[in-house]
Structures are given as C-alpha cells and as structure tokens.
C-alpha cells in the first residue's frame, strides 16, 4: 500500500495563489493585483517589477530553474518555452538568479512554427504572449525538473489572437457586460460581475505501456486504425461505476495528489462504459481558470500514466466497436455575490429572471446551432458524434418535464401557473431513507441538456481544448442578452415587456427542445422537419465560421474579427489533412510491413500443412477452405492497400486546403475504411502467436 495523502495540506502547494501573493506582496502591490484580478486593467511597471521577484523567489524556493510562459497556440493542446533564471555570475561565481515584471507580463517565443492561419503572414511574423493575471502561475514538476508556468495570452504584433485564451477571455468580457445589464433590468444593483462558471467531466483510457509500444497506431495516432472486436466488448456494461482495478486506482491517486498540488479541484473519479476508460471531474471554476486546468489534467494524466507503465489515451475514438471519449462541458453564470442566474429554485414558474434567461438560451443556441456544433467539432470527434454513443451531431436543448411543462404554459397562456413537483422516491424497504425526487430524470442522449442549475453541452471531444465550446457559447448568449437588453431598457411597462418577449423567443425557438431519443432515426428526420441543421464532419462545421451571421456576431462582441475567423477556419482544413495523412501513412505502414508479412508466413504454414495432410491421405478440405478465406481476405487487403497508396499520391498534388479536407474525406478516408476491414477479418483467422500487435483483447482486458 502506497503512502497517505493529506487534501488539504497538498492542495495547492504548486501554485502562487491570492493567499501567497497576500504573505509575500508589499499591501499596496497586493491590492494593486486583487484590484487588476476583479476588475481587470495592468499592472504598473513598478508594482509587476515586484509581484515577479516574489514570484521567483517563491519558485526558486520551491525548487524552480525555469520559467516559461504557457500558452494554447491553435494546435489546441499547450506550448511552452524554458528559460532559466539564471542571469549573471558575480566575480566570485556566484550565480545571481533574477525574473523582472517584462519577463513576467510580455514573452516573444519564436512563434513561426505555430498555426495562424496565414495570420502572421499577412500581418508581422511577431507573436506574443501576455500575462493572463487571472490564471494563478504554478510549479511544474517533470523529468526537467521543475519550472514556473505563467499562464499567458497568445497575439500577433497587431492584436489578432493565435490562441485559444485570448477569444475566451473576450467572450467572458462581453457575457458579463450584458448579463449585467438583464440583471440591472431585474432590479439586481448589488453584483458587480457575473462569471461564467465551468466544470468539465474528462474521458479518458488506459493500456499497457509496453502494449501500446508495439502499436504505430497508437504511438503516432492515439488510436487504433485496425482491430477485432474481442468476443467480449461493453455488452455486459459491467465496466461502468465498477470497481477501480489495483493498477489504475493507483494511478489514480497519483493523478489525483500531483493535481491538488497544482490546485485544480478534482473531485470525482469513476469507470466509464467501455472497458479501460475511466472519468474525472473537478469543482467547476472560473471558465479560464477551469480551461486552463483541463490543459493541465490532460498534460498530468499523460505524465503519471507513463510512471505507472501505461499510456492514457486522450483521442474520441481509440476502439472502434466500444464507445469513445468526450468531455461534458458543464456551464452556468453566477454572479460575483454567489447568484446562479441558472437557478430555477423551487418553483420556476415563479422565477421569473430565471425564465427570462433560459428563453434568451433557448434563443441563442437555436439561432447559432450551427455554431455551437462547430465549437465542438474536431477530426477525432467526427468518430462519436452522431454515432449513438455520443450526442447526435443536431444540436438541441433538453429542459427535462418540469421545465418543458413550464415552458409549454408560457407559450400557450403567456403565463405559467405551476410547477410540476418531484414527489418522494420510493423504494419499497422501509429502512432506506425516502427522499425528494429531482423534479427532472434525466437524459443522455442530449448534447445540450439543463441539468438542474447549469447547461452540460455534451459534444465536445475528450481531447479537444474547452475554450472554444465556452468561447461560442458565451458569445451567442452575450448577443441575446444584448438584443434583450435593447429592448427592455426601453420598454414603457418593464413587466409587459419581459412577458412579450419572453412569449415570443419561446414560441419562435421552440423547436430546438427536445427532450426524446436523440439516437432514434426518427429525431434525425424530426430535426430534419423542424429545419435543425444536421452537420456532420468537422470540415462542413468549419464553414459555418465566416458566414455573414456569424461575423456579425463575433465582430459585434469583439471576440473574433472576421480574419481571425478564416484563419481558424483554415487551420481546420490544414489540421483535418494533416491528421487524416498521418493515419493513412500509419495504415500503409503497418499493414504492408507487418499486417501483410504475418498473414502471408501463416498461410505458407497453413499450405505446407494442407498437403502434409494430403500426404498422410487424411480429409484436407477444412485446411484448403480456411487458406482460401485467408488468401482472398489478403488479395482484397492488397487491392484496398494499393488503393491507398494511389490516393495518397494524389492528395499529395493539391494545393488549396479546403479542397485537401475535403479529398481526405471523401476519397482518402472510405479507402483506409476498406483496407481495415479484410485485415480485421483476418485478425480473427490467423493464429493469435502469429499476429504482429497485440489484440483489442490484450489492450482493453489485459491491460
Ligand atoms: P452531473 O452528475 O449532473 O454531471 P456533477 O455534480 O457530477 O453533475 O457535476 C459535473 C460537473 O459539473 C462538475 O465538474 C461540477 O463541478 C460541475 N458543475 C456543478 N454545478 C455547476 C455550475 N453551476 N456551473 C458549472 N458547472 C457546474
Ligand atoms: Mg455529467
């Protein structure tokens, strides 16, 4: 049994938070930063000269030799830069260590090789990142030793973002100036801020190290592109909340210590459906904060996996057959004196605010599902969604019944007189407690569904970055809290007009509710019917970026101008080529050099066998018919293989990027579909000692 650990004296330990800047920072500086933190603005020269002295000081005590500003270029995972603080020898060799509040607030890495779209080209090659004071810095400890992390903004010398934080950042301005506005309108004159609160839940799986070692799939995919299904998948789902096995609980303690002392408040674990996957939720926190620290529960998944022998496995869809991986994105609005605005309380039909905001939800998610969709698209994430495992890839709202029959009275009467109640649970033992059912059972299927005091939008990918789901989201509700605002700051009879409105958004944007079957065909030909858009890859979400709605909105929240827009949307098609190139090299790879040559030696043995039993005048016929099978599963292998090549060549030729995502799609992507499957075939007919990698079987159970 490994050693105990304490919460609370750990918690944190890594990290220079408020309480250590009070400890180390002279009042007027401290007050300086909490004042900059709350109410945003910059540091003087003076007083960022003195936070980043303490802030080293604080780091080289802790055993710190870098520092590095940290920041989410547009690869969607996180980049970094060491420098160390050593900056002078003294006379007698002395080193003197020192970190000034430039190198604190404004960092110029060598940008060139990130992704911006043609950005940087069309403007200035520089790139710089920028304190973001609201993200505490921390301590990263690694084989490198350890190294004070700043988390930082990502712009390019004319302001346009090359990251993911600058946009998120932008889109919790905008939120909050005009959910202030609604509450100022609802009598509300005591918040000064209203936050966007978030909590993601992160899927993720575990194998063997060594395993996954003799897998090119693996190593330079995250996912297997070959593989039979064992004889036991997720059918039985006695994986889900099942007993933690010895080696992953361990791992899992170790994830969870190294994530405390970095201060992210992770609070659940649990298994998943599939076996091998498991789940980890933190304490929702401030979006970028809880951004930030999902970046960071990733890096330290990948990190203590790897000391306990096993590789964590990030990607949508590593197994084909058992279900993949996503990330719930948990969203609310809460207000900086403690006020979820997402809150129905006890009875919502009385609850007003509450009923005006969640039409404005309504409103934005129906007017920008498109949107939306796209803020969770990925290449890995084309694998789930809408593959009854995952959320359809149509956006729509469940509300739950009480809500529903809520929002029913509101659009038939313009009032709503009750509210459905829970009721008591029973149970039928008499010794177990009875209690208050939740008024709303819930629903799974939904990729955006109101659980109780928050939105959980529930298509975002387990790998994905979660600041451009937050990013839209805020946006789209910025802009409907906006046109409602106009409305109402201008209303003769407040009242009346909240009513008006409120009838009309509901009544207009009621088809986006749907509290059925999400994996039924009969909701794709509903949605269909309502006129709810359908997209299905990432490359088709990727337009939806620069169509005139959506400048209008991202430039009127000043959260994207319109060439930052085409930037990410061409870093999408650059991105989905690229990444559809290296699994079909990968394919090409193994099944020529290993795939082909095992099944080839086992049917040479299998044909040395057949005529040794000719020989010994026993029945050869299930011998020859097994060669057979094997040897026309091989010669469609070879075709579908050659096949690939070829198509690989071709895509090699073209030069616009939007045509290459496309090619990759729709002609490059059905053949390596074609040349898996002879070779899983083939898996199931060929000796088991005789295959080159291990198995689905020895992945998932063995591991
Ligand atoms: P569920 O079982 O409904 O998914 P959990 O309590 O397990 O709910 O919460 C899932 C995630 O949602 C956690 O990260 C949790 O902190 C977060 N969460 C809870 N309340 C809120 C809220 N008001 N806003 C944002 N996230 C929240
Ligand atoms: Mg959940």
Redesign the pocket.
């Known amino acids: 049994m490994s050693s105990k650990v304490n919460v609370e004296e750990i918690f944190g330990q890594n990290v220079f938070t408020i309480a250590k800047m009070r400890e180390r920072l002279p009042k007027n500086v401290y007050n300086e930063v909490v004042n900059v933190i709350e109410h945003g603005g910059t540091l003087s020269k003076e007083s960022a000269d003195v936070v980043a002295n303490a802030m080293k000081n604080w780091a080289v005590e802790n055993g710190a030799t870098h520092f590095t500003h940290w920041f989410q270029p547009l690869t969607g995972i996180t980049a970094e830069k060491h420098d160390s603080f050593v900056t002078n020898a003294e006379s007698d060799g002395h080193m003197i260590t020192s970190f000034s509040g430039k190198e604190l607030i404004k960092g110029e890495p060598d940008a060139s090789s990130f992704p911006s779209g043609g950005l940087r080209a069309t403007f200035e090659a520089r790139g710089y990142t920028t304190w973001d004071i609201t993200s505490p810095a921390f301590l990263k400890e690694s084989g490198a030793g350890v190294t004070l992390c700043i988390p930082t903004a990502f712009c390019s010398y004319t302001g346009e973002a090359l990251d993911k934080k600058t946009p998120l950042l932008r889109s919790m301005e905008a939120v909050n100036k005009q959910a202030l506005r609604i509450i100022r309108l609802f009598g509300n004159d005591r918040s000064t801020k209203v936050n966007v609160?978030?909590?993601?839940?992160q899927e993720y799986f575990l194998v063997d190290w060594d395993k996954s070692m003799k897998r090119e799939d693996l190593i330079f995919t995250g996912r297997t592109l070959f593989g039979a299904m064992p004889p036991k998948g997720q059918e039985m789902e006695d994986h889900y909340f099942g007993v933690i096995r010895e080696r992953v609980g361990e791992f899992m303690k170790d994830l969870n210590t190294e994530l405390w002392k970095l201060g992210v408040?992770d609070?659940?674990q649990h298994n998943e459906v599939a076996p091998g996957q498991h789940e980890l939720?933190?304490?929702?926190?401030t979006a970028n904060i809880?951004v930030d620290h999902n970046q960071i529960i990733m890096e330290t998944m990948k990190r203590v996996a790897e000391h306990h022998h096993m590789r964590c496995l990030l990607h949508e869809k590593p197994f084909a057959g058992v279900n993949g991986s996503g990330k719930?994105d948990?969203?609310?609005?809460?207000t900086d004196d403690g006020i979820?605005l997402?809150?129905p309380g006890d009875t919502p039909n009385k609850n007003i605010q509450f009923l005006f905001i969640l039409s404005c939800i309504l409103k934005a998610v129906d007017t920008h599902a498109d949107l939306l969709r796209q803020s969770a698209a990925d290449v890995g994430n084309d694998h789930r969604l809408g593959a009854n495992e995952a959320p359809p890839a149509i956006i729509s709202v469940f509300l739950g019944e009480q809500l529903e029959d809520v929002v029913r009275q509101l659009i038939e009467t313009g009032e709503a007189k009750r509210s459905k109640r829970g009721g008591k649970l029973r149970t039928g033992v008499s010794t177990l407690p009875q209690f208050e059912k939740d008024a709303t059972d819930?629903n799974r299927t939904s990729p955006f569904a109101f659980?109780?005091?928050?939105f959980?939008f529930r298509m975002v990918g387990s790998s994905d970055s979660m600041a451009s789901s937050n990013t839209t989201l805020n946006t789209i509700v910025a802009e409907a809290f906006c046109e409602a605002a106009d409305v109402l700051e201008n209303a003769e009879d407040f009242d009346i007009a909240v009513h008006d409105l409120m009838k009309e958004y509901l009544t207009k944007h009621q088809r986006i509710i749907f509290n059925g079957d999400g994996y039924s065909d009969e909701w794709v030909e509903e949605a269909a019917r309502r006129g709810l858009p359908n997209i299905k890859s990432t490359i088709e979400a990727a337009d939806t970026l620069t169509t005139d709605k959506a400048v209008e909105l991202f430039e009127t929240f000043g959260v994207y101008n319109k060439t930052e827009l085409e930037s990410r949307k061409e870093i999408i098609f650059e991105n989905y080529a690229k990444t559809i190139n290296i699994e079909a090299l990968t394919m090409i790879d193994m099944a020529s050099k290993q795939i082909i040559p095992a099944v080839m030696k086992y049917a040479g043995k299998l044909a040395s066998y057949v005529n040794e039993i000719k020989a010994a005048g026993a029945d050869e016929a299930a011998l020859l018919s097994e060669l057979k099978e094997i040897t026309t599963e091989l010669s469609d292998m070879k075709n579908a293989l050659d096949e690939l090549k070829e198509v690989e060549q071709r895509a090699r030729k073209i030069k616009d990027e939007r045509e290459l995502a496309y090619f990759y799609k729709d002609s490059v992507r059905p053949v390596m579909d074609a040349l898996r499957a002879p070779a899983d075939r083939l898996e199931m007919l060929v000796d088991k000692n005789d295959w080159p990698f291990p198995t689905y079987a020895d992945l998932l159970f063995e591991g």
């Open positions: 609160s978030v909590g993601p839940e408040p609070k659940t939720a933190p304490i929702y926190e809880a719930h948990n969203w609310s609005l809460c979820n997402l809150d819930r659980t109780g005091n928050k959980e």
